[in-house]
């Protein structure tokens, strides 16, 4: 008796039912953090000559090597593109009450980000203008990613890399026609408001309570060389967190100290802008006001021109949405004129920024805020024609 043989027909039945039958595995859902991590490790250590390159103010030409160093990172700006098309961001951070602190690669997304700025200046001066608002919102949209994660380092991280791009989009506006301009607008009218410094405080004080109770619980403090020595009575809370039995009084201050600065971040830094909403003097004058006022005590809130950490940090969100603000006003004004421009106002002042035509550059404008980052109005230049 001859062996049952399978004719080929049956035979890719067979297999084609077999693969079928196959479980598939499991798509897992769209995170941009896994594009960033792509792009990061695509990146190549910068050297002497990429530093130089990266270093060109806006307001400058590109230097002539600009396109031979940008070549290294074609590939991390394809990645920076796919992620910047996807909203939700993950970065998988070990958040572990046994774990102080998670960052993601930072450094080498504020490369990337003055990498991108190039590129679309670049782009634009070779006349691939889409090209070019491409890099330019997908970079502000990188910097809202690199926020997502809420401690103050972060956010102050996010600020920077908008603040490049939007300097870098203000000096190539005059390449741009009027709908390529709208177009712009749209898209920065269209991002995420910027995460706020009470929003990482609140993050940080919940984390690093946490993290000291755990370690409290398992009898194990270990504090590392470089934390922050502005914790509450920072050489007393220290010697109370490595005693077992007081460690749950220094984990009761840590909380108060975090109370206390959230709050100083949140209801002095809405009066403060009330009142500069509403004087009519120069700049130095209603920051004074301000310092003055009892509800405010401002000395530890926005405007305050001290270098404590907290308080520069209030500063350097208040400039991400005045600058953010002074993009659209500038772009309103290549478009329209300077009624148009007059539209938009200050978000922290409620009033239109001051435009002056630039003596030296022709073409130019400055936009300036009655708010002041280390005793110097903040502005932004902008290339309109």
Known sequence: MRPATLTPLLLIAVMCSFHASA??????PDNAALKYYQAFIAMEDLNEESRAVLQTPASEPLPP?????????????MFMQKAAAIEPCDWGLDESPDVLLSLPPLSKAVTLGKVAGLRARLRMRDSDTQGAIDDLLATMKMSHHMGSHPTLLEALIEYSISYTAEENAAASLYLM???QRTQLANGVTALAPFHTVARAMTYEKAHFIGYFQHAVDVGRIILPPDFPEDFPDAKEWRALIAKPAAAHVAIDRLAAFYDRKIEAMNQPYERAIELLKVTEHEVASAQERIRQDPETNVGDTLLAQEQHEDSRALILQARAQIHRAMLLSAIAYANDGPDAAARISDPVTGKPFAIGSLADQSGWIELSSRVTL????ITLRAHVQ
């Open 23 to 28: 479980a598939e595995p499991e798509k897992l």
């Open 65 to 77: 090597n600009t396109g031979t160093v940008l070549k290294s990172f074609e590939k991390s700006l």
């Open 177 to 179: 026609t009027p709908a």
């Open 374 to 377: 280390d005793d110097k109005p």
